[in-house]
């Protein structure tokens, strides 16, 4: 079992930044791929960015391409999310997830343990 939870979100204005962090508890943080997810109301959870076991490798959603960073430290169990010149259809609750093997996935089915999630909300 893995137990995860997010800190970081809250309220922001447009072009903003924010920066989310997911703790994990649990089994060896090393050996799981990380993911983040989001929901906004009305909408179903979509794949935001997700990172290998070692951080060697990344992918991202296009809508957040080259404004969000996804990292992690291994020796803190934490995986991070920089969010960067934030807009307003970025609001959503924010969630981490892992998967049990050590390359990423932008595929929600393949994550086993999921984060109660976090609210980030961007003011126009």
């Known amino acids: 079992q893995v137990q995860l939870v997010e800190s970081g979100g809250g309220l922001v204005q447009a072009g903003g930044s924010l920066r989310l962090s997911c703790a994990a508890f649990?089994?060896?943080?090393?050996?799981?791929?990380m993911g983040w997810f989001r929901q906004a109301p009305g909408k179903e959870r979509e794949f935001v960015a997700t990172?290998?076991?070692?951080?060697?490798?990344?992918n991202y959603a296009e809508s957040v391409k080259d404004r969000f960073t996804i990292s992690r430290d291994n020796t803190k169990n934490t995986v991070y999310l920089q969010m960067n010149s934030l807009k307003p259809e970025d609001t959503a609750v924010y969630y981490c997830?892992?998967?049990?093997?050590?390359?990423?996935?932008?595929?929600?089915?393949?994550?086993?343990?999921w984060g109660q999630g976090t609210q980030v909300t961007v003011s126009s």
């Open positions: 997830a892992a998967r049990a093997l050590p390359y990423y996935s932008d595929s929600a089915a393949s994550y086993a343990y």
């Open positions: 990172i290998s076991w070692s951080g060697g490798r990344a």
């Open positions: 649990g089994r060896t943080f090393s050996n799981y791929a």
